[in-house]
């Protein structure tokens, strides 16, 4: 038995409960602070992928000019502010005619925050930064990318599915990419009954940059970007 090896001391209840209070009011001004910051950029687009993907990568390259479309459209650009098809989205962004946002994550490792954010929020915590993805798009776009593509891909088609937000555009950039997925989709989630046949109609699956922005505008055609007094109550509630 190795006698050098000792457990951390254990911390006091009393002090651990009170560490826990604190952390509530540091999460509440990530969400104040972020509300504030963003609340005037709309309409906007969020655009996830991969913090993984070279600038040489067809991927990255295609990011690019989406991003730079949807901005010299009008649209600010929202991306997650670290490396690889964030970075992307960001350029793109940059040097198109509408703004580039950064909703940077604290990581230990592989995040840092890319040169092209003309506004530049940061968290500490996932939770609070996904609800700013969610709370301040109009649509969004999904490039490929790893599990935390998956997850930000999820939690939106959950919410729109569940009705706790608006219906919006979700797009899946690269049916080659996202092929797969979506046969899975249809085969074993719709054949098994675990969504409805309705639920496949909330993704869209495009491969051309221009096609990106029309069905984003297709959308919208019949009713505007600014969200109904219904549909600000629900973001209220995210």
Known sequence: MNNDL????????????????WRVFGIMSEFVSATERLRDIHPAVSIFGSARTPHDHPYYQLTEEISRLLSDAGFTVISGGGPGIMEAANKGAFY???????????????????????????FQHFFTRKVMFVKFASAYVVMPGGFGTLDELMEALTLVQTGKT??????????????????WIKTSLLDEKMISLGDIDLI???????QVVAAIFKHYETRGFEPSAAERELQLNL
């Open 6 to 21: 000792k457990l951390p001391p254990v911390q006091a209840p009393e002090l651990m409960q009170s560490k826990e209070s």
């Open 96 to 122: 198109g005619k509408s703004a580039s946002v950064g909703l940077n994550i604290q990581l230990p490792h592989e995040q840092h925050n890319n040169p092209y954010q003309n506004i530049s929020q940061s």
């Open 204 to 210: 869209q699956v495009i491969d051309e940059p221009e």
């Open 166 to 183: 608006r219906r919006m555009p979700i797009i899946l950039v690269g049916s080659h990419f996202w092929g797969g997925l979506m046969e």
